[in-house]
């Protein structure tokens, strides 16, 4: 878990790290507006592609690349299904079960590939910024941009003290464990309702004792970030590059490819 969720890899020193974090960031969010504006799965889809293939080349480790995505397939898996079987009405094919009928729909299936594909693309733009960029760089970045000073001082609390608790609840579980905890499927359950409650009262204390520290420490209700260095000129021309290139690629996806609509997902059937 604590490889899941840490920024370690992000420390290396690549291609990317090179790169000022202000650019980084305004790259990735220039591909996430993209992303979410496509229309047609085939530029979220070049996008996944290309932030898995960038992962795999700074030599970030497979398996921690699956686990962050593990849990995006599965959300899309089930979206892509719940849109097949409730959206649409032009049937591709159906089956029975328990005497209930389902039938998948063609628009349904389309609009789940979409948005499935919306949500993967997205997925893979902040995996590779969080692969490259350190989490107080990016909040760095956040600040510089003007993003409300609460906002980054609460993610910023929230990042530090998440591995916190992931220790506090990775203590409970080994004691859980010691103790027989998940011998069965009725006491595993009960086991997990009490790790999830002991944990949540453990957050609550750290507020409490983070706020406490953070006050005697002369805490005015802000936190200060340092200045940040200027811009060198082919660092402002990069802010320039990258959101042209997206606003390229989605013109391109979105009114010179053929749409993928067009092509029957049913047999026989004739676009």
Do not use: N
């Amino acid at each position: 878990m604590f490889e899941l969720f840490s920024d370690i890899m992000a420390c290396r020193e690549t291609l990317f790290s090179r790169i000022d974090a202000r650019v980084r960031l305004i790259g990735a969010l220039s591909a996430l507006v993209a992303v979410l504006c496509s229309t047609q799965p085939i530029l979220p889809l070049a996008v996944l592609i290309a932030g898995v293939s960038c992962m795999l080349l700074l030599r970030l480790p497979l398996k921690l690349t699956l686990l962050r995505l593990a849990a995006p397939l599965m959300i899309v898996s089930i979206l892509v299904l719940l849109q097949t079987f409730m959206y649409g009405s032009r049937p591709l094919w159906s089956f029975a079960c328990a005497g209930i009928t389902f039938t998948a729909r063609e628009e349904g299936a389309w609009r789940g590939a979409l948005l499935g594909s919306r949500v993967l693309g997205a997925v893979s733009v902040m995996l590779l910024l969080s692969s490259v960029t350190p989490a107080h760089q990016i909040f760095h970045a956040l600040r510089w941009m003007g993003a409300p000073k609460t906002w980054v001082e609460v993610a910023l609390l929230m990042y530090r003290y998440v591995f916190v608790l992931l220790d506090e609840a990775a203590d409970v579980e080994t004691a859980q464990r010691v103790r027989l905890g998940y011998t069965g499927v009725r006491r595993s359950l009960s086991s997990l309702g009490a790790l999830s409650g002991t944990v949540l009262v453990r957050s609550l204390d750290q507020s409490q004792r983070t706020h406490q520290a953070m006050m005697l420490r002369g805490y005015k209700g802000y936190l200060v970030f340092g200045p940040l260095r200027p811009l060198r000129t082919r660092e402002r021309l990069l802010l320039l590059v990258l959101p042209l290139t997206m606003a390229g690629a989605f013109y391109v996806a979105e009114y010179l490819v053929p749409p993928l609509r067009s092509m029957p997902l049913a047999a026989g059937r004739q676009p």
